[in-house]
C-alpha cells in the first residue's frame, strides 16, 4: 500500500472532473522540509512557529535566530511557497513555566496566539521583521492565528507595517507577503465578511473551530468522544466560510486534522475545498481521494450531508 501510494507522488492532484487540487504541508521547523518535498507538497500551507519558542528556558528566539529557520524553510521548500504562522503559543502549546505560567487560568480562552502577540508589540514586531526578511529569499505568505476582532485585525495589519518600515531605517532587504487569517473562532467564521475585506487568504483551523464551536478542549480526554467535526454547527461554519472566500475568490484552505483525514477529503472537495494543508504523511492518502473524486457529484452529495441531523450517517454514501 505505501508502495503505491508513493507512486503518486508525481501525479498532479486533479479530479475526475478536471478540478485542480492544492495540497499542502503542516510543518513545525525547517527540519520537517525534506518530507514535505518527499511527499509531493506544493508548498506549506502552515509553519507552526510556535516550535521555535517551545521548550525553551528564560529568552525568546531573537530576530536573526527566528530569520535564519525562516530562510532555511524557505530554501527547504526550493521556491514552493511557505506559509509561516506566527506565534500561536498558550493552551496546549505552553512556554516553559520560567517565560509564563498560566496554569491558574482556563488558557484556551486566554492570552494565546495573536492576543499574546498583540500584549508584547516589540515581541511581534521581532517575529514580523524575521518573517518580511525571509520574504526576501522566495514566496513567503504570512498567516495570523485566533484572530476574532476587527480592532486586533487592524493592529496586527498595522504592526506588519510598522516592522516593514523599521526594516527599511535600517536599510535591510525584505520582500512582499500575502496576509492571512486563521479562521478557527466560531465568531471569525460567522464575521468572514471582515475577514474578507482585510486579508489576501484565509485558512480554516478546524482543531480549534471545533473546539470553540463545542466547547470540548481538544486536549481533554474526558471529553475527547464529544469532540465531532461531523457535528452540523461545525460544518455549517466551514462550509459557509469556503463559500464566501470562493464567492470572492479568495484563496482558502483547511490547516486543521480534518484536511489531513481521508474520511473528510469527499466532503471537503463537495463543499468547494481547493486547498488542503496536513502533515505530510497524509498528503499521498488524501491525493488518491482526490484522483478519484468528481467534484461536481460531491456538491449535490455535500448540500444533502449539510442539512442532516446526523451527518454521519450519510458519510458512506
Ligand atoms: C487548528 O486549530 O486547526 C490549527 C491548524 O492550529 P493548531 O492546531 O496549531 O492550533
Ligand atoms: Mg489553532
Not at 186 to 213: C, E, H, K, W
Not at 226 to 237: E, F, G, K, T
Not at 259 to 285: C, E, K, N, W, Y
Not at 291 to 308: I, N
Given at each position: 500500500?505505501?508502495?503505491?501510494?508513493?507512486?503518486?507522488?508525481?501525479?498532479?492532484?486533479?479530479?475526475?472532473?478536471?478540478?485542480?487540487?492544492?495540497?499542502?504541508?503542516?510543518?513545525?521547523?525547517?527540519?520537517?522540509?525534506?518530507?514535505?518535498?518527499k511527499a509531493g507538497a506544493a508548498g506549506v500551507g502552515l509553519f507552526?512557529s510556535e516550535f521555535l519558542f517551545m521548550g525553551r528556558q528564560g529568552?525568546?528566539?531573537?530576530?536573526?535566530?527566528?530569520?535564519?529557520?525562516?530562510?532555511?524553510?524557505?530554501?527547504?521548500?526550493?521556491?514552493?511557497?511557505?506559509?509561516?504562522?506566527?506565534?500561536?503559543?498558550?493552551?496546549?502549546?505552553?512556554?516553559?513555566?520560567?517565560?509564563?505560567?498560566?496554569?491558574?487560568?482556563?488558557?484556551?480562552?486566554?492570552?494565546?496566539?495573536?492576543?499574546?502577540?498583540?500584549?508584547?508589540?516589540?515581541?511581534?514586531?521581532?517575529?514580523?521583521?524575521?518573517?518580511?526578511?525571509?520574504?526576501?529569499?522566495?514566496?513567503?505568505?504570512?498567516?495570523?492565528?485566533?484572530?476574532?476582532?476587527?480592532?486586533?485585525?487592524?493592529?496586527?495589519?498595522?504592526?506588519?507595517?510598522?516592522?516593514?518600515?523599521?526594516?527599511?531605517?535600517?536599510?535591510?532587504?525584505?520582500?512582499?507577503?500575502?496576509?492571512?487569517?486563521?479562521?478557527?473562532?466560531?465568531?471569525?467564521?460567522?464575521?468572514?465578511?471582515?475577514?474578507?475585506?482585510?486579508?489576501?487568504?484565509?485558512?480554516?483551523?478546524?482543531?480549534?473551530?471545533?473546539?470553540?464551536?463545542?466547547?470540548?478542549?481538544?486536549?481533554?480526554?474526558?471529553?475527547?468522544?464529544?469532540?465531532?467535526?461531523?457535528?452540523?454547527?461545525?460544518?455549517?461554519?466551514?462550509?459557509?466560510?469556503?463559500?464566501?472566500?470562493?464567492?470572492?475568490?479568495?484563496?482558502?484552505?483547511?490547516?486543521?486534522?480534518?484536511?489531513?483525514?481521508?474520511?473528510?477529503?469527499?466532503?471537503?472537495?463537495?463543499?468547494?475545498?481547493?486547498?488542503?494543508?496536513?502533515?505530510?504523511?497524509?498528503?499521498l492518502a488524501v491525493k488518491q481521494e482526490v484522483l478519484r473524486a468528481?467534484?461536481?457529484?460531491?456538491?449535490?452529495?455535500?448540500?444533502?450531508?449539510?442539512?442532516?441531523?446526523?451527518?454521519?450517517?450519510?458519510?458512506?454514501?
Amino acid at each position: 500500500e505505501r508502495e503505491r501510494l508513493a507512486r503518486l507522488r508525481h501525479t498532479p492532484a486533479v479530479t475526475l472532473d478536471g478540478q485542480k487540487i492544492e495540497l499542502l504541508a503542516n510543518i513545525e521547523g525547517p527540519d520537517d522540509a525534506p518530507a514535505a518535498l518527499k511527499a509531493g507538497a506544493a508548498g506549506v500551507g502552515l509553519f507552526r512557529s510556535e516550535f521555535l519558542f517551545m521548550g525553551r528556558q528564560g529568552r525568546l528566539p531573537d530576530e536573526d535566530e527566528q530569520y535564519d529557520a525562516y530562510c532555511r524553510a524557505v530554501a527547504g521548500m526550493q521556491g514552493l511557497p511557505v506559509t509561516i504562522r506566527t506565534v500561536d503559543v498558550g493552551a496546549d502549546k505552553p512556554l516553559d513555566r520560567s517565560l509564563r505560567d498560566d496554569a491558574h487560568l482556563n488558557p484556551a480562552l486566554g492570552l494565546r496566539a495573536i492576543r499574546w502577540s498583540l500584549a508584547d508589540p516589540a515581541m511581534f514586531r521581532t517575529q514580523l521583521r524575521a518573517i518580511l526578511r525571509a520574504a526576501a529569499h522566495g514566496p513567503v505568505h504570512l498567516l495570523v492565528p485566533m484572530l476574532a476582532h476587527g480592532g486586533e485585525i487592524r493592529q496586527t495589519l498595522a504592526l506588519i507595517d510598522q516592522a516593514r518600515g523599521e526594516l527599511d531605517a535600517r536599510g535591510v532587504a525584505h520582500g512582499p507577503v500575502q496576509v492571512g487569517a486563521m479562521i478557527e473562532i466560531p465568531a471569525a467564521a460567522l464575521a468572514v465578511g471582515m475577514f474578507l475585506r482585510y486579508f489576501d487568504f484565509l485558512s480554516i483551523g478546524t482543531n480549534d473551530l471545533i473546539q470553540y464551536t463545542l466547547a470540548i478542549d481538544r486536549a481533554d480526554e474526558s471529553v475527547a468522544h464529544l469532540y465531532d467535526p461531523l457535528h452540523p454547527a461545525v460544518l455549517r461554519l466551514v462550509a459557509d466560510t469556503i463559500a464566501a472566500c470562493n464567492a470572492q475568490g479568495k484563496p482558502v484552505s483547511v490547516c486543521g486534522e480534518m484536511a489531513g483525514d481521508t474520511a473528510m477529503t469527499r466532503l471537503l472537495l463537495g463543499l468547494g475545498l481547493r486547498s488542503f494543508s496536513m502533515h505530510p504523511s497524509q498528503i499521498l492518502a488524501v491525493k488518491q481521494e482526490v484522483l478519484r473524486a468528481d467534484t461536481q457529484r460531491l456538491a449535490t452529495w455535500a448540500q444533502a450531508v449539510l442539512q442532516a441531523e446526523d451527518p454521519a450517517a450519510l458519510m458512506a454514501q
